[in-house]
T-cell receptor, first 114, second 115 residues
Framework: KQEVTQIPAALSVPEGENLVLNCSFT??????LQWFRQDPGKGLTSLLL?????REQTSGRLNASLDKSSGRSTLYIAASQPGDSATYLC?????????????FGRGTQLTVWP | ETGVTQTPRHLVMGMTNKKSLKCEQH?????MYWYKQSAKKPLELMFV???????ENNSVPSRFSPECPNSSHLFLHLHTLQPEDSALYLC??????????????FGPGTRLTVL
C-alpha cells in the first residue's frame, strides 16, 4: 500500500524567505504526483502536476521536482509572501490501480508572517 | 474556480436527519470521486464513479449512499450519521479512468457537522 509522508508538518517563516517542502512516497510505481494548496476550511487548489517521466515543473514562484526512484518530491517556494500561508498537500497516483485514486500526505501547514 | 462546484458549502445536521450533498463538474470529465477529510487525517477516498457506474466503494458505511445520475453530477445521500462523520467532504473529477495520468480537479468541499 502506498504511503505518503510530508515533512515538516508545520513551518513558520518571515516574508521573503525561500522554502522547501518535502514529500516522500513508499512505492515508486506512480503515474504522477500532484501538489495542492488548501486554505482553511476550503477545498484543494492544484498547484503543479508532475508526470512520472518528468523531473520538475515550474509555475511562477513555485518549482516542484520529482525523483521517482528515491520516492521523493520537493516543492520550492521562492520569495515567500504572507499570501502563501496555507496547507500544502502532495498526492501520488499509483500504477496498478484503475481507479484513479490519489494517496495523500497529511500536509505541511505554512505560515508566512510579514 | 476549478470547474467543480459543491453545494451546500456548510451543513449542520442531527443524527436522525437525511440530507444530500451535491457536486457538479463543468469540465466534460467522465470520472467523479468523493473524498473525506477528517481532522488530522489524510484525505480518504470514499467512492469512485466512471461513466455513471460505481467502480469503488472503499469500505464506506451504508449510511453514506452515492448517486451519479449522469457524468456531470454526483450526490452523496446521508442518513443516520454519527458525530464522527463530521468532516470536509470533497468532490473531484478527472478526465476518465482510461486516462490514468490525468489531473484531478477538486471542488470547494462541504463542511459537515453532525450534532
Amino acid at each position: 500500500k502506498q504511503e505518503v509522508t510530508q515533512i515538516p508538518a508545520a513551518l513558520s517563516v518571515p516574508e521573503g524567505e525561500n522554502l522547501v517542502l518535502n514529500c516522500s512516497f513508499t512505492d515508486s510505481a506512480i503515474y504522477n504526483l500532484q501538489w495542492f494548496r488548501q486554505d482553511p476550511g476550503k477545498g484543494l487548489t492544484s498547484l503543479l502536476l508532475i508526470q512520472s517521466s518528468q523531473r520538475e515543473q515550474t509555475s511562477g514562484r513555485l518549482n516542484a521536482s520529482l525523483d521517482k526512484s528515491s520516492g521523493r518530491s520537493t516543492l520550492y517556494i521562492a520569495a515567500s509572501q504572507p499570501g502563501d500561508s496555507a496547507t500544502y498537500l502532495c498526492a501520488v497516483r499509483p500504477r496498478g490501480s484503475t481507479l484513479g485514486r490519489l494517496y495523500f500526505g497529511r500536509g505541511t501547514q505554512l505560515t508566512v508572517w510579514p | 474556480e476549478t470547474g467543480v462546484t459543491q453545494t451546500p458549502r456548510h451543513l449542520v445536521m442531527g443524527m436522525t436527519n437525511k440530507k444530500s450533498l451535491k457536486c457538479e463538474q463543468h469540465l466534460g470529465h467522465n470520472a467523479m470521486y468523493w473524498y473525506k477529510q477528517s481532522a488530522k487525517k489524510p484525505l480518504e477516498l470514499m467512492f469512485v464513479y466512471s461513466l455513471e457506474e460505481r467502480v469503488e466503494n472503499n469500505s464506506v458505511p451504508s449510511r453514506f449512499s452515492p448517486e451519479c445520475p449522469n457524468s456531470s453530477h454526483l450526490f452523496l445521500h446521508l442518513h443516520t450519521l454519527q458525530p464522527e462523520d463530521s468532516a470536509l467532504y470533497l468532490c473531484t473529477s478527472s478526465q476518465g479512468l482510461g486516462v490514468p495520468d490525468g489531473e484531478q480537479f477538486f471542488g470547494p468541499g462541504t463542511r459537515l457537522t453532525v450534532l
